[in-house]
């Protein structure tokens, strides 16, 4: 029975990551109510005992019920605040001073002091008028942020470590005002890298979009759920900031393509290749050219640089046989994880450049293999190796290196 895609995987692992967080939630929220009402049950008592004139009754029945209160205000009530989502409160925000604010509120200090030791009825004016600045700058920096619907565009493909490009919406809700200095930047969880954008000005019941450059480190199924937003608006004393849901945007973010230089194509065992007569990634000489700044070092031919005194760099022959087949192994165990990844990265990297070069290229791992119904067999490949998990105890792929034939895992040297 074959083994589920690793994109079902994902899917199911989701999903069950919000069924315990969800369970949990409703259980701390059913215990705190049950223990509540047991705690307004004996301060009922507690009232009633008072009355009827059992003090030793009451008072422990009262203190009863404030240990029961305190329990829960320090068990569960911390549980309930971290699970529960409080992006629908708009006042929920993250506020920072700037250096103007702090010099600000460090001339309403000394405004106070003068007015506190002076009885000047100036100085009272002068306060109120900068304490009635400091409030108008919070009702507009709410209000500026208010009402405001974010979306984001990625590309339904990317390679990890390049950039790519990208759209960023915003949609102005409000019917009168506009939203001023707004700046937009990746959340610190999902994983996108990106410069933040720049908002000048959101007329009213209207949408601005901005394109740029981001970038994902790892490879893996990437969605982006939350962008954050951030304002100065009005007068720069606070930088307001909050966490504003998008649409779930989705990107396969392939494995990282490292260049041919790095990679070792003679593990392709040449035997019963033959020499065509056009470059390419095989190992006889082709010819010796002149040195172009876009080549490898490797490839320089030092003697015959010495001998024009000029850099000369060699060409190799493509070879006439043009398929190969990669063996792939999810064979790993936890402490293997970063040398998995270069193991991933080598055979997207060997798919990708030979591809390019025109081979026919096969892949076969214990769980998936490429067929010839692939319309795009580069970028089936490419899906499965951006989504393949590490397995420590997976069947043997079938073939065997040989003649067309590389074998990429880790079990060797392991029992």
Same mark, same amino acid.
């Given at each position: 029975?074959?083994?589920?895609?690793?994109?079902?995987?994902?899917?199911?692992?989701?999903?069950?990551?919000?069924?315990?967080?969800?369970?949990?939630?409703?259980?701390?929220?059913?215990?705190?109510?049950?223990?509540?009402?047991?705690?307004?049950?004996?301060?009922?008592?507690?009232?009633?005992?008072?009355?009827?004139?059992?003090?030793?009754?009451?008072?422990?029945?009262?203190?009863?019920?404030?240990?029961?209160?305190?329990?829960?205000?320090?068990?569960?009530?911390?549980?309930?605040?971290?699970?529960?989502?409080?992006?629908?409160?708009?006042?929920?925000?993250?506020?920072?001073?700037?250096?103007?604010?702090?010099?600000?509120?460090?001339?309403?200090i000394v405004v106070?002091?003068?007015?506190?030791?002076?009885?000047?009825?100036?100085?009272?004016?002068?306060?109120?008028?900068?304490?009635?600045?400091?409030?108008?700058?919070?009702?507009?920096?709410?209000?500026?942020?208010?009402?405001?619907?974010?979306?984001?565009?990625?590309?339904?493909?990317?390679?990890?470590?390049?950039?790519?490009?990208?759209?960023?919406?915003?949609?102005?809700?409000?019917?009168?005002?506009?939203?001023?200095? %707004?700046?937009?930047?990746?959340?610190?969880?999902?994983?996108?890298?990106?410069?933040?954008?720049?908002?000048?000005?959101?007329?009213?019941?209207?949408?601005?979009?901005?394109?740029?450059?981001?970038?994902?480190?790892?490879?893996?199924?990437?969605?982006?759920?939350?962008?954050?937003?951030?304002?100065?608006?009005?007068? &720069?004393?606070f930088t307001k900031?909050?966490?504003?849901?998008?649409?779930?945007?989705?990107?396969?973010?392939?494995?990282?393509?490292?260049?041919?230089?790095?990679?070792?194509?003679?593990?392709?065992?040449?035997?019963?290749?033959?020499?065509?007569?056009?470059?390419?990634?095989?190992c006889d000489l082709?010819?010796?050219?002149?040195?172009?700044?876009?080549?490898?070092?490797?490839?320089?031919?030092?003697?015959?640089?010495?001998?024009?005194?000029?850099?000369?760099?060699?060409?190799?022959?493509?070879?006439?046989?043009?398929?190969?087949? %990669?063996?792939?192994?999810?064979?790993?165990?936890?402490?293997?994880?970063?040398?998995?990844?270069?193991?991933?990265?080598?055979?997207?990297?060997?798919?990708?450049?030979?591809?390019?070069? &025109?081979?026919?290229?096969?892949?076969?791992?214990?769980?998936?293999?490429?067929?010839?119904?692939?319309?795009?067999?580069?970028?089936?490949?490419?899906?499965?190796?951006?989504?393949?998990?590490?397995?420590?105890?997976?069947?043997?792929?079938?073939?065997?290196?040989?003649?067309?034939?590389?074998?990429?895992?880790?079990?060797?040297?392991?029992?």
């Amino acid at each position: 029975m074959r083994a589920p895609h690793p994109a079902l995987r994902a899917a199911f692992s989701q999903r069950g990551n919000a069924s315990t967080i969800s369970s949990e939630l409703f259980r701390n929220f059913f215990q705190s109510l049950g223990l509540l009402a047991v705690a307004m049950i004996a301060a009922i008592y507690s009232s009633a005992a008072g009355k009827g004139g059992d003090a030793a009754a009451a008072a422990l029945s009262a203190v009863l019920s404030l240990m029961i209160a305190f329990w829960v205000a320090y068990r569960f009530v911390p549980r309930l605040a971290r699970q529960a989502n409080w992006d629908w409160l708009p006042f929920l925000s993250q506020y920072q001073l700037s250096r103007e604010g702090w010099i600000y509120f460090g001339a309403v200090i000394v405004v106070v002091f003068a007015a506190v030791n002076t009885a000047n009825n100036l100085l009272y004016m002068v306060l109120s008028a900068l304490l009635a600045v400091l409030i108008l700058s919070g009702f507009l920096s709410v209000w500026n942020c208010r009402f405001l619907v974010l979306d984001m565009r990625l590309p339904d493909r990317c390679f990890a470590g390049q950039t790519f490009h990208f759209t960023v919406g915003v949609s102005n809700e409000k019917h009168v005002f506009p939203t001023f200095s %707004l700046f937009v930047a990746p959340a610190e969880r999902d994983g996108l890298f990106f410069e933040r954008l720049y908002f000048g000005a959101v007329r009213a019941q209207s949408r601005a979009t901005l394109s740029g450059q981001g970038s994902f480190a790892k490879r893996g199924r990437r969605v982006v759920t939350h962008v954050q937003a951030t304002s100065r608006y009005p007068f &720069g004393f606070f930088t307001k900031g909050r966490r504003y849901r998008v649409t779930p945007s989705e990107c396969i973010c392939y494995p990282e393509i490292l260049p041919k230089e790095q990679l070792n194509f003679s593990t392709a065992d040449p035997q019963g290749w033959n020499a065509a007569s056009t470059r390419g990634l095989g190992c006889d000489l082709y010819r010796v050219r002149d040195y172009a700044p876009s080549d490898s070092a490797r490839h320089v031919h030092w003697k015959a640089s010495a001998k024009t005194a000029s850099l000369k760099t060699r060409e190799f022959t493509a070879d006439e046989s043009r398929r190969l087949t %990669l063996i792939f192994d999810r064979f790993g165990r936890p402490e293997d994880s970063g040398r998995f990844e270069e193991l991933v990265s080598r055979a997207a990297s060997m798919a990708f450049h030979l591809v390019e070069e &025109g081979v026919e290229v096969e892949f076969i791992s214990d769980d998936w293999k490429t067929s010839q119904q692939d319309s795009n067999r580069l970028d089936a490949i490419l899906t499965y190796l951006a989504l393949v998990e590490m397995s420590p105890r997976p069947a043997l792929p079938c073939g065997e290196p040989g003649a067309g034939a590389v074998r990429l895992s880790l079990r060797e040297g392991r029992s």
